[in-house]
């Protein structure tokens, strides 16, 4: 018979989603994780497995929680509209919390060691995913007529996410919220279409 686990696994789940989201993946210890999960080591194991799946369930978590606000926006009548929140909603997930700054999708590994490799991997995806949604509104919002005939959907949903991803690095390096606002307003500007 399998031992009682003695923890709340979605809160330790929650905690490790915190610290590898304030310190990034390699930044993250088992000892910063066993610490913010209040439990030991072989539990963590137990429950998680190794450090890179429980850095994988904790981005899924994070999807789940925050990131929401793409669906939403992909759901609106125009590309501007789609464009406009997807902006201003990033800018609200990057400054939420002072200790958390930043994205986890962006942040959780930009550059890291050959053991990080999987991550780096798996996050390049995640983005991606991102990506292409957008990608295949703009494409729609073309096709409706309400993008002009000589837009570019792929490069307009690239634009989108390179200004989005820029937000989370700016908002992990201090910029205040004021002023990832007016770089979402700066970036709307170039968005063609109507506004809704």
């Given at each position: 018979?399998?031992?009682h686990r003695?923890?709340d696994?979605?809160?330790?789940?929650d905690?490790?989603l915190?610290v590898?989201w304030?310190?990034?993946?390699?930044?993250?210890?088992?000892?910063?994780?066993t610490?913010?999960?209040?439990?030991e080591?072989?539990?963590?194991?137990a429950?998680f497995?190794?450090?890179?799946?429980?850095?994988?369930?904790?981005?899924?978590?994070?999807?789940?929680?925050?990131?929401?606000?793409i669906?939403?926006a992909?759901?609106?009548?125009?590309?501007r509209?789609?464009a406009a929140?997807?902006?201003?909603?990033?800018?609200?997930?990057?400054?939420?919390?002072d200790?958390?700054?930043?994205?986890?999708g962006?942040?959780?590994?930009l550059?890291g060691?050959?053991?990080a490799?999987?991550?780096r991997?798996a996050l390049?995806?995640?983005?991606?995913?991102?990506?292409?949604?957008?990608r295949e509104r703009f494409?729609?919002?073309?096709?409706?007529g309400?993008l002009?005939?000589?837009?570019?959907?792929?490069a307009?949903?690239?634009?989108l996410?390179?200004?989005?991803h820029?937000?989370a690095?700016?908002?992990?390096?201090?910029?205040s919220?004021?002023?990832?606002e007016?770089?979402?307003e700066?970036?709307?500007?170039?968005?063609p279409?109507?506004?809704?």
């Amino acid at each position: 018979m399998g031992r009682h686990r003695e923890f709340d696994v979605d809160k330790a789940l929650d905690a490790a989603l915190c610290v590898f989201w304030r310190k990034g993946y390699e930044g993250t210890s088992y000892v910063d994780l066993t610490d913010a999960a209040g439990v030991e080591r072989p539990a963590l194991y137990a429950a998680f497995g190794n450090k890179e799946a429980l850095f994988r369930q904790a981005l899924a978590r994070y999807n789940e929680r925050f990131l929401s606000y793409i669906p939403e926006a992909l759901a609106l009548p125009t590309a501007r509209e789609v464009a406009a929140y997807a902006l201003r909603r990033a800018v609200e997930l990057n400054t939420m919390f002072d200790d958390q700054r930043g994205c986890l999708g962006v942040n959780g590994v930009l550059a890291g060691s050959d053991s990080a490799e999987p991550v780096r991997q798996a996050l390049i995806e995640f983005r991606a995913q991102g990506e292409a949604q957008l990608r295949e509104r703009f494409e729609r919002a073309l096709a409706e007529g309400d993008l002009p005939a000589s837009s570019k959907p792929a490069a307009l949903a690239a634009f989108l996410m390179a200004v989005m991803h820029g937000i989370a690095v700016q908002a992990k390096a201090g910029f205040s919220r004021e002023m990832l606002e007016a770089v979402a307003e700066q970036a709307l500007a170039a968005i063609p279409g109507k506004a809704g």
